[in-house]
């Protein structure tokens, strides 16, 4: 169902943790593609520590990041789970020097720092024997031993695995207290009535009614998230959510140093949420639960710049789009403030078809007041008169610029496009 507090929430950290940070590989596909073998893969766990872990830190930076949710993988496609499940051995606590639940201190830290708790989840396993005993009549997928049925399809081991399944997310959704977001992944081997994924969405409701479900749900999700590929359409529904990694990996790769600058970061983050969206930045935490440190250096810087604008951020709705005004913009609940997003030296805001008078320009940061000109409207035509606001070089933020306008009334637009006076 969605929350409220989502779409108020505008930005969430994503992790993916796992036994690929030993070696720091590719995340389950670099065995599926065969770029290790199963064994070598499994290996990983011995030196999978978390030996450094401390989700208290995690929150802390999350704060400062500005994060209001965060994400962590509980389990990848590779079936090995970061909590103790009753269900398979393939855990933290029975094969690594861990040794014990990092699940529980990971919600309980985040609650405890008043961020969201979500959890990823990938619905196929590709350790558990019985992931391959039935794959979706219309795949198109490439052959893979794991994937399709060996012989005939097998409805009865189908059912072992859904009970496998769903005995893991009970276990999550009941032993940590709430967990506000089930981030689903790897739907795709099966389709929505061999998932039953009607019967899956009423089981994790009937485990906590208030849970937000992704897409990755076949339909019975509650927001889509795009995933890497900056979206230009909107993406249907009331919420959605961008998903793009700080680097060019889920996982910690550290041969991966392509983390993208806090400057790109942030203006990525204003177009998204200036269109109503969420983003969640992932990155790739040690194998003793330590982040990269340019990483963790980003999201901190990110957050500095956040910090001081957060009234154009948290809770705002969608701006009054580009035809108006040629950049991001967010607008507060009641419609009477609009936030503009301005990049490098913005020199004059401009404004075209908006109605309703702005009283009062400042710099969100430095809360110094600016003019505001209006010049050239068609009255007769219904036209309002362009609005122009100087930004004084001085004030320019090297990432984003946020001038905040209070208006006289509630947003009010025109969109047409005037024309002759026929009558002068
Ligand atoms: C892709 C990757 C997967 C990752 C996911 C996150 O599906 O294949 O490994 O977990 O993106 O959205």
Same mark, same amino acid.
């Given at each position: 169902m969605m929350q409220q507090w989502f779409k108020d929430a505008k930005l969430g *950290?994503?992790?993916?943790?796992?036994?690929?940070? *030993?070696?720091?590989?590719? !995340? $389950?596909?670099?065995?599926?593609?065969?770029?290790? $073998?199963? !064994?070598?893969? /499994?290996?990983?766990?011995?030196?999978?520590t978390a030996s450094r872990y401390d989700p208290v830190k995690w929150a802390d930076i999350f704060t400062r990041f500005g994060a209001r949710y965060s994400v962590l993988t509980a389990k990848h496609h590779d079936g090995f789970a970061l909590w103790d499940t009753r269900y398979s051995d393939l855990n933290v606590v029975k094969q690594t020097p861990a040794g014990r639940d990092l699940i529980g201190p990971y919600c309980q830290a985040m609650r405890d720092a008043g961020i969201r708790v979500g959890l990823y989840f990938s619905h196929l396993d590709w350790s558990h024997p019985d992931n391959n005993a039935i794959i979706r009549p219309d795949t198109?997928?490439?052959?893979?031993? #794991?994937t399709f049925p060996q012989g005939a399809p097998d409805p009865k081991r189908w059912k072992n695995f859904l009970r496998f399944h769903r005995g893991q997310l009970e276990?999550?959704?009941?032993?940590?207290?709430? *967990?506000?977001?089930?981030?689903?992944?790897?739907?795709?081997?099966?389709?929505?009535?061999?998932w039953d994924m009607k019967g899956l969405r009423e089981y994790l409701h009937r485990l906590n009614p208030q849970v937000i479900l992704n897409s990755r749900m076949q339909g019975y999700g509650d927001y889509e998230t795009p995933e890497q590929g900056f979206p230009v359409g909107d993406p249907v529904g009331e919420a959605w959510e961008y998903n793009v990694t700080m680097n060019?990996?889920?996982?910690?790769?550290?041969?991966?140093?392509?983390?993208?600058?806090v400057s790109r970061l942030v203006r /990525?983050?204003?177009? *998204?949420? $200036?269109?109503?969206?969420n983003m969640l930045l992932d990155i790739g935490p040690l194998a003793d639960g330590t982040f990269q440190p340019e990483q963790e250096k980003r999201l901190l810087e990110f957050g500095d710049w956040l910090r001081p604008v957060s009234e154009a951020v948290y809770g705002t709705e969608r701006g009054i789009g580009l035809r108006h005004y040629c950049g991001p913009s967010t607008?507060?609940?009641?419609? #009477?403030?609009?936030?503009l997003y301005a990049f490098g030296r913005p020199g004059d805001l401009f404004l075209k078809g908006l109605h309703t008078p702005v009283k009062k320009a400042t710099v969100l940061r430095s809360g110094r007041m600016l003019p505001v000109e209006t010049m050239i409207g068609a009255p007769w035509n219904g036209v309002p008169p362009t609005v122009w606001i100087p930004v004084p070089e001085e004030e320019a933020d090297p990432y984003a610029t946020v001038v905040r306008l209070d208006l006289d009334g509630e947003v009010s637009l025109f969109e047409g496009a005037g024309g002759a006076i026929a009558y002068n």
């Amino acid at each position: 169902m969605m929350q409220q507090w989502f779409k108020d929430a505008k930005l969430g *950290v994503f992790m993916h943790w796992g036994l690929y940070s *030993v070696k720091g590989i590719a !995340e $389950s596909w670099s065995f599926y593609k065969g770029e290790i $073998s199963y !064994e070598d893969y /499994m290996a990983q766990a011995g030196g999978f520590t978390a030996s450094r872990y401390d989700p208290v830190k995690w929150a802390d930076i999350f704060t400062r990041f500005g994060a209001r949710y965060s994400v962590l993988t509980a389990k990848h496609h590779d079936g090995f789970a970061l909590w103790d499940t009753r269900y398979s051995d393939l855990n933290v606590v029975k094969q690594t020097p861990a040794g014990r639940d990092l699940i529980g201190p990971y919600c309980q830290a985040m609650r405890d720092a008043g961020i969201r708790v979500g959890l990823y989840f990938s619905h196929l396993d590709w350790s558990h024997p019985d992931n391959n005993a039935i794959i979706r009549p219309d795949t198109d997928l490439p052959y893979h031993p #794991r994937t399709f049925p060996q012989g005939a399809p097998d409805p009865k081991r189908w059912k072992n695995f859904l009970r496998f399944h769903r005995g893991q997310l009970e276990e999550l959704m009941t032993r940590y207290g709430t *967990v506000d977001l089930m981030w689903f992944d790897g739907d795709w081997e099966k389709n929505a009535d061999q998932w039953d994924m009607k019967g899956l969405r009423e089981y994790l409701h009937r485990l906590n009614p208030q849970v937000i479900l992704n897409s990755r749900m076949q339909g019975y999700g509650d927001y889509e998230t795009p995933e890497q590929g900056f979206p230009v359409g909107d993406p249907v529904g009331e919420a959605w959510e961008y998903n793009v990694t700080m680097n060019n990996s889920w996982g910690y790769v550290p041969t991966d140093q392509d983390n993208k600058p806090v400057s790109r970061l942030v203006r /990525m983050f204003t177009e *998204v949420i $200036s269109r109503g969206g969420n983003m969640l930045l992932d990155i790739g935490p040690l194998a003793d639960g330590t982040f990269q440190p340019e990483q963790e250096k980003r999201l901190l810087e990110f957050g500095d710049w956040l910090r001081p604008v957060s009234e154009a951020v948290y809770g705002t709705e969608r701006g009054i789009g580009l035809r108006h005004y040629c950049g991001p913009s967010t607008l507060s609940k009641d419609h #009477r403030t609009l936030y503009l997003y301005a990049f490098g030296r913005p020199g004059d805001l401009f404004l075209k078809g908006l109605h309703t008078p702005v009283k009062k320009a400042t710099v969100l940061r430095s809360g110094r007041m600016l003019p505001v000109e209006t010049m050239i409207g068609a009255p007769w035509n219904g036209v309002p008169p362009t609005v122009w606001i100087p930004v004084p070089e001085e004030e320019a933020d090297p990432y984003a610029t946020v001038v905040r306008l209070d208006l006289d009334g509630e947003v009010s637009l025109f969109e047409g496009a005037g024309g002759a006076i026929a009558y002068n």
